[in-house]
């Protein structure tokens, strides 16, 4: 079954010690990135990956990290977290650039982090 | 900055009605524009895209509509059901790599 792995679905953790949230998709998408959403606020773009060692910025990087050493998997590393950083985080894969018309998004189930 | 709008109310319409959601758009001009639908605890999924020359699209009982003068797209469900409750939400495209989303509406169908 064509899927976007993101795990763990729940995590609570305390400010400063570090984690990563896993994403692996198995489409061979070109296309990864990494959302954020909270109440109000919709889906906010964090980090995307057009491509294997191919990284940029978006919306709402700070506090963040993210590597893309294998085409299937995207994680993402928050080095020192902060309670500013709870929210309910996404990861989503697609074939090629968004913009393109046959590549709509496709997202996995979720990640529930609460920083205290 | 780009901003995207959409009704931030929940809309409580009856089982068999339409259902309209609204989504307007400033200060670009998207190619295209996708509407995703969001169940709670799940991640989005995609529903229907529909290209700037394009003023409808169709898919079973889903309709939508893309104006470009007044930068709005209705997203219609007819003969509504309540399975058809969840958030949904509009993310104007063709701004390269980067996708914006608008907040979502939520929508209530009721039995």
């Known amino acids: 079954e064509a899927q976007v792995t993101q795990n763990p679905r729940y995590l609570i953790t305390v400010t400063g010690k570090k984690l990563t949230v896993t994403c692996s998709q198995n489409m061979n998408h070109e296309y990864m990135s990494w959302y954020r959403q909270d109440p109000g606020l919709g889906l906010r773009q964090i980090y995307y990956s057009m491509n294997v060692e191919v990284t940029d910025k978006g919306d709402v990087p700070e506090g963040y990290k993210v590597s893309r050493k294998e085409k299937r998997n995207f994680p993402l590393i928050l080095e020192s977290p902060s309670p500013n950083q709870t929210s309910l985080y996404f990861c989503?894969?697609?074939?090629?650039?968004?913009?393109?018309?046959?590549?709509?998004?496709?997202f996995g189930n979720g990640t529930r982090l609460t920083v205290t | 900055s780009q901003k995207i709008e959409q009704n931030s109310e929940a809309l409580n319409i009856q089982e068999g009605k339409t259902a309209t959601l609204t989504c307007n758009y400033t200060n670009y001009s998207p190619a295209y524009l996708q509407w995703y639908r969001q169940d709670p605890g799940r991640g989005p999924v995609f529903l229907l895209l529909i290209r700037e020359n394009e003023k409808e699209k169709r898919k079973e009982r889903l309709k939508v509509t893309f104006d470009t003068t007044l930068k709005q797209s209705l997203f219609h469900i007819t003969a509504s059901q309540p399975a058809d409750s969840a958030t949904y939400l509009c993310a104007p495209g063709g701004g390269g790599f980067k996708t914006i989303f608008g907040a979502g509406t939520r929508l209530f169908v009721k039995a």
């Open positions: 989503a894969s697609s074939l090629g650039e968004p913009s393109s018309y046959n590549s709509p998004l496709h």
